[in-house]
């Protein structure tokens, strides 16, 4: 039976070719068209702290080295670094030479139905630098995937009778579903219905770790980060993460070390937790692994925990590597990076020049006692914690200020991130849970010279004392208004 003539009349209409950007067009994009189209399409509500801080009126057209640089020619300093994620700078040449021969060579990108050489070379690579027998690495995008996969490679390993986990208070792990279960933030987690075997203890109190694991058998996994970035910078005390891995083997527990921010040698090794002669179970790293130019996570487990919970043919796929997991580009930029941390004494500048800034930061500490409380971190990973707004005023005037203390809290960091990056050129960072403190984590190639272009800017804005800090900031905001 033959099939019906073909009329080009039957044919459906082709739909008609929506008006869209190019990529060009975008680029011409002023800061005003950006601000409309964020508003509409991406996060109105956002939107209103980038005012508050004057970041909506600045756009930047490119970034090299330890500088953003705007539309209007503006260099600013980054202090910033992207939440650790800026490592290496902005466009680092040799990890963009690396990719565009990548490019160049028309090597294969996405290759999940075979094997590909890069994802290999880069697992191998960590599996290398990894200390003891952290060697089995599942690779993502994000740091949340890399956490998402830490924990269920924990919890398949431990199975259903050791499957609480354990975290901290201010902790900071992600924001999908399962991650941010262990997620300490009331505005994070919001409404969502979260994973309920879990348990907190406060972050550093090893006592509250040792009760918990006692009193209750069923919890088989910790996660902390080695050192809290959301928290504002915080640590455990001296020889916390030792008693921690003697108990966690005493209890049969696996300790899941987040290290997504202060991975990657931000503290002056690879790992944080390196300085106290001990390893995890499983760690994950994210953020500067893709170079400061991909989006790259990885998940580092101890192969027998791997073995156990993924290592046989009916179990192998249950949480295998994901569509955008070790991407061809992606892992070269990753491949790269690791060598440039190496090549160029990346973790030994970070050690120095951090240094270099906390003693720096005490010494002003000491200078303006009535702004500054506590000045803590290591590496280039640095909280500078500011007084409440009540221990800046005078002493008649404190008790009644105290009182307005937690809804002024990250005001006066604020205004400092606002004046420098305004004046001076300078982006700093602030922390989720402890609004008072400003965060420094500048890509790890900075020099001393750019410490002391920032440490002249900070003093500067503190010189003012409190009262210089508000009025200048309000001037700020009225020229803003016009």
Sequence with gaps: MSMPAFKPEDAPMTA????????????QLDAAQVKELFAAHINPGQLHFLKLLGFDK????????????????????????????????????????????????????????????????LAKNLATIAPGDLDMVFLGSTGSE??????????????????????AANSFH??????????????????????????????????????????????????????QGGGGIVEAPEGF??????????????????????????????????????????????????????????????????????????????HAQATFGGMGEACVSS???????????LMGNAQRQGDYLIEKLNGLRAKYPTLLKEIRGRGLMIGVEFQDISETMPFGLKHMVALLDDKLKGSLCGFV?????????????FTEYNRN?????????????QCDQFLAAFEDILSRGVTGIVTGYLRKVAAAKG
């Design 58 to 121: 600045i756009l930047v057209d490119r970034a090299e080295g330890m500088h953003y640089i705007t539309r209007d020619g503006r260099k600013i300093l980054d202090f910033f670094g992207g939440f650790c994620s800026v490592a290496f700078g902005h466009n680092h040449p040799r990890i963009v030479a690396a990719r565009q021969k990548f490019q160049d060579e028309n090597r294969h990108e996405i290759c999940m139905a075979f094997m590909s050489q890069y994802a290999s070379a």
């Design 174 to 227: 992600g924001k999908t579903k399962g991650v941010l279960s262990v997620t300490d933030s009331t505005l994070y987690q919001s409404q969502f219905k979260l994973v309920e075997n879990r348990v907190k203890v406060p972050f550093g109190d090893i006592n509250a770790v040792r009760q918990a694991l006692e009193s209750d058998p069923s919890i088989g996994i910790v996660v902390m980060e080695t050192i």
């Design 241 to 318: 993460w030792r008693e921690l891995r003697a108990l966690c083997d005493k209890h049969g527990v696996l300790w899941v070390a987040d290290e997504v921010q202060c991975g990657l040698g931000r503290t002056g090794q690879f790992f944080a937790f390196e300085r106290d002669g001990v390893v995890p179970d499983v760690t994950a790293l994210a953020k500067a692994l893709g170079g400061s130019k991909a989006a790259m996570g990885a998940m580092i487990a101890r192969r027998e925990i791997y073995m156990k919970a993924y290592g046989k043919p009916k179990s192998a796929l249950i």
């Design 437 to 449: 403190v400003i965060r420094l984590e500048p890509p790890l190639i900075v020099t001393r010279e």
């Design 146 to 167: 890399a956490m998402e996969a830490a924990l269920k490679v924990a919890e398949q390993a431990q199975g259903p009778e050791k499957s609480k986990i354990l975290h």
């Design 417 to 429: 991130g606002a004046l420098l990056l305004k004046e001076h050129d300078v982006l700093v960072a």
């Design 335 to 345: 491949i790269e990076a690791l060598n440039v941390l190496y090549d160029e004494d």
């Design 16 to 27: 008609a070719r929506p008006q869209l950007i190019s990529v060009e067009a975008a680029k």
